[in-house]
């Protein structure tokens, strides 16, 4: 069988490398993997630049953007996951106690983000949005692991997070949900616009080299995709073992819109094509790229 | 030293229980945050006996067995080269100094990008950092070497290879199983953190992280625990080896 | 006894047959002159012993007659030959550090016999006479560190003698022993002595113990180092604890220390 | 020691630079990955003069020099205080010994329950972590106050508590600096890791995450450096401090 | 010179006008008896060196004496009052672990005087008269490791004398010095005791010089420790170089070696 390097961040994103990999979809095409687990998109991305892996389950896009910068190509998404007000991943929430109703009345208050520049600048975005300047509100990004027991213990009066760490919290009493899918609505303009702020992507060297290889990995990957969006009950189990995720999480944790860079529409592409411009408007790349020349249709 | 004084440790192990269920019984912190000693017990006891816990422990002992064996391997032999000369070692100490003051865990991009992504980084990391405390401490042993003893070795015909091995490695003996006892703990440390934030699918740094994020706090202050144990674990084990090869040191 | 100009005394201590021959030595720390064109002859088959002030260069001498110091200038001969040639024994004041503690007592014996041509059986032999000689009852499996100082000093004039070597130097050999222990080492080197002949030079701070042993005494004085006189003392052996109120040696002791004071403390 | 010798580091710094560029040059690692030591020296420099690492640095000083003082006003008393009954250090040595085995990341999500998200719990960590190794150390130097010492004291005249603050104060003096030594290293080690993970609007480790997130690899690079530096800067002055502040100690 | 039965020799050191009384000692280690009902004057206004094999117990006893060490049962008296209501001093052997290293000389001969009811004044007075009966030439600026051996003894022993003690004792204090030294150490000691009169007890190892220092020698022999003898030496003072070669001291050092050898090695 061909060998194929994936590089794995254990959240539920990746979840269709784990329901490939079970269901026999690779077997299926021929192929072997061999996963190496990374946690972060520099330590995915570095895998990818380096050759040392051939495909990123799970790598947030304005990271590979970044990596195509820099050497154009090394990260080529073939699936996307749309996030928004409807597959909820990024969010605010609010302390259980808190009065605020929405994410403008969270003047004065401590917020927590989730970590990374992005992360930061797009909590900052959604945060002026909603005529919150800078100044008005504390924000300091802290590690993913440590926001359930950050706003438990009530140390930030509310948190720009992520799942699951956000149902977890909303779960446990300790905080209440304000508002999810808040790119979409603020950056994007539309609460149900899909925010592709992750995905898969193959690196252009696995790509060229082995082109018939990369095909028949985007086709069982594409397999997968499709028993998400078709049977999402049933693919829910393979979280348990792969992922941070418990069996009492499993059945009820927020799915993210996953789909093939083939399937995509074209608002979606004019979408995720907002959203990189607004990375660099932001300051978070460089310079801007246009995402179609990152994506590759099998 | 009488019998009982075999028994103070458990004195403060003690304290340390009723301040923790102090803690817990006055609510001073969140019950949710900080579970009470007895089921931090239970989640070590079912995760030790059977469970995950048990797989995770044996696999950060066996990476951080590997790290000390490879930082041993290299760090040894080429600690004495570099003690045999003062000149030698004071070229490279800045080097070395430098190393040892920088913070492993930043090291851990340069790793990824130069030892590739699998498990050999997390262990090779935590190599480095416990290498360059045992080839420090191995060249000091072999550069304080007593004076006498090589004269002695001189006298009696002892050629310099022969000094280097007959006594010189022998003088550094217990200088060098103090870098092993320091190496091992960073190493381990290192390879925690490594499991943490590297990414893994065992050990005690990815339960650690594990737990965390889904928030089973019992679970995670076991693993905490565990790690506590494998750390004084490994220092008693290294103190027991230099008991018995080292019977000489400090006499 | 008045101590004549060095031209003069210089038939006392060059002798036809001396068995280390000292000539033209110089040997200077930083710019410390501590030897300066210096001869001297170490006599065959007796024990000489060196007594001087503080820091007047006696451990200077016998490590660079013994090779473990490089000179700055002149000639050592052992037998006539450079020393590298030759088997010396040498006991270090700080048994404890020259002693390999790793290595039990009777291993530290047969140490520098790995470095002679000799078969196994060879070696066994050396060292049974040796533990006979000395009429050891110590346990020779254990470590040094599990013996009390006068045995690992013992331990380390056996480890000395073992490769029966043609000068054996001692560097105050006693020195870190106690009272009791000294005065039995001394009796057990003497004995030694008596029965292989060896030829030694033994340093001593103690006045006494330097006479007690002696053949010959070298009194050094310093700044460079010179010999303030060298005085023959030859009590029979075996002398023992009374041999110090033996007339002679009270009138060689008040000899000694009058040049002492005199030509020595001044330095 | 010749003139020369005060040279043999650089020999040591200049062959670290050979081979980094050897590297680079022969594409062992892709450039993206491994910058040049000129682009990082060049990092190093935008970022000093006037650029963001300059504050970054300072901001990780900051929190290092706040941990090690927390850690100091705590541990040497208590040290004192614990050293000067054998009893009582050996009930707690064990617990003490436990703790400093556990790998102070491990005890982030404790910190952070107990004492929050902000600045402190980096701070409070890092003395923690230090804390425990001054402790270990003043400890120890108390107990292995010379006898005689003592005794020569309480012959003069010398009250109990007149015994310890003249000499059992002094005696553990050149352990403390020992313990005050690898105590910076270690907070410095932690709040770098702490600023990397546990979340940071600052600092060394939030530069040294913030560059690898945004894949600016000789910021990276000169974040690391620094660190390096800092770690190496440390280490010295309490070199310093010590030479001029326990001017008999090894005499 | 004959031992005598322990009764008859009772009078011998029992005197009338003891400075220090020790009455009933007992002490022991673990299993070991070092001190078994143990009854002994020490002679005010002389001094007394105790000389006797090594583990005897000499630095216990003196020990004791200082309440340094508690006694198993026996009462020790110092002018008829326990040793806490006196003022003694105390030269340790390790000089180099008995000065405080972080003072420089001068403030370690000064510091027992703060425990002392006495003005700057006063204090300054006592320290400059102290000063100038050592005829003090070094500088006391220094700390006591920028000092030789020798000199760092003498900051001991002038920080020992400025409290003005009753009774000075010492324990081995210059074994641990070389042999020049030692003599100069040795002459310091006794201009002092000529001067002061003070009563001291001095351990030494070396025969020797307990016999030259002394007023009164005690041989102990052991387990447990037993008076063997207790013997007068009134050579008139100053003594120097040569008295160790003057037939009265010759003798007295053949008398007691020959207890050592009989009573006291055997132990
Ligand atoms: N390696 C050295 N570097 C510099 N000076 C030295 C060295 N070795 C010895 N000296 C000096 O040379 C002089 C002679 O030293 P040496 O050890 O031979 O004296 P010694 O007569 O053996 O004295 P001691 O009685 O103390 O053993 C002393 O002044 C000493 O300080
Ligand atoms: N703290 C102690 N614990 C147990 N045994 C001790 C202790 N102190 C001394 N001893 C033992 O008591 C005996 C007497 O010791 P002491 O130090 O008084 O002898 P000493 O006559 O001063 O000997 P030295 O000539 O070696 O100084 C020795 O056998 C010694 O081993
Ligand atoms: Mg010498
Ligand atoms: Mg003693």
New binding site residues.
Partial sequence: ADQVKVGVFPVSSSLPYFVAKERGYFADEGIETEAATLIGGPALLGGLISGQIDVAANLVTIEGMNGNILKPGVATYIAVNGQNAEWQMEQFVVGADHPAKSIADLKGAKILSAPGPANLAMAKAVLAANGLKEGDYQLDQVDMGQHVGALQAGTFDAGYTLEPAGMISVNLGATRLLEAGIISTYVLGDSSANTFAAGAALSGEFIEERPDVAERFAKAWARAVDDIQNDTESVRKHLIENTFTSAEIAPVIPMVNYQMVSDLSDDDLGNFQKFIDFAHQEGILKETVDVKGFLKEY | MKIGTKFYPLFGVLGLVVVWYLGVLSEIVDPILLPSPGQTLAAIYNGMVGGELLFDFLRTIERTAYSILIASVIAIPLGIFLGSSENLYRSVEFVVDFFRSTPASALFPLFLVIFGVGDQTKILVASFGAALVILFNVAYGVMNARETRLLAAKVMGASRFRVLTDVMLMESMPQTFVGLRNGVSLALVIVIVAEMFIGSVDGLGYRVINAQMLFQMPDMYAAIFVSGALGYGFNLLFLTLEKRFVHWSGK | MQVKPIEQRDADYLMDDAHVTIRGLSKK??D?V?YDNFDFDIPRNKITTVF??????????I?MIADL?PRDAGEILINGKPVRETRIGYVF?NYREALFPWLRAIDNIRYPLQFLNLSKAEQKQRVDKLVEYFGVKIDLNRYPYQMSGGQQQLVSIMRSLVVEPEVLFL??PFSALDYEMTLMMRDQLQKVFMETKTTMVL?S?DLEEAIYLADWVLL?S?HPAQVADFVNFDLPRPRHADSVIDPHFVEVKASCLETFQREVRKG
């Fill in positions: 720390f930083g410390v501590i001087g002030p503080n820091g007047c260069g006696k451990s200077t001498i490590n110091m004041q560097d105050e340093v701070h050094l310093r």
